[in-house]
Nanobody
């Protein structure tokens, strides 16, 4: 099991940018695909982006494609989500997660992930 801690959330005006970070404890971070999910008040948790264990492939939700970029630095046990052109509908708690499968590819399904962070709040004002 790995411990995940998100940071970088905050309040930003529509059109602005934020960069979320996720630091992961554990020796084998570089062997697992990672993902970002979010949950807005009164809504179910939804997929945002995912990256393969080696960073070689990524996938995005249609709602964020072209605005958000997921990346990772396996040497630092870090994952990032660069969010540009933010919209009020991006307001949510953002969670990072580690996929269960060893050296698996990216995944959009929350049940493929076993370890989750505590979340960081992103609020976009109009």
């Amino acid at each position: 099991q790995m411990r995940l801690v998100e940071s970088g959330g905050g309040l930003v005006q529509a059109g602005g940018s934020l960069r979320l970070s996720c630091i992961v404890s554990g020796r084998f971070f570089g062997n697992y695909a990672m993902g970002w999910f979010r949950q807005a008040p009164g809504k179910e948790r939804e997929f945002v982006a995912s990256i393969a264990w080696d960073g070689g492939s990524t996938v995005y939700a249609d709602s964020v494609k072209g605005r958000f970029t997921i990346s990772r630095d396996n040497a630092k046990n870090m994952m990032y989500l660069q969010m540009n052109s933010l919209k009020p509908e991006d307001t949510a708690v953002y969670y990072c997660a580690r996929r269960l499968d060893y050296r698996g590819s990216y995944s959009t399904r929350s049940y493929d992930y076993g370890d989750w962070g505590q979340g960081t709040q992103v609020t976009v004002s109009s």
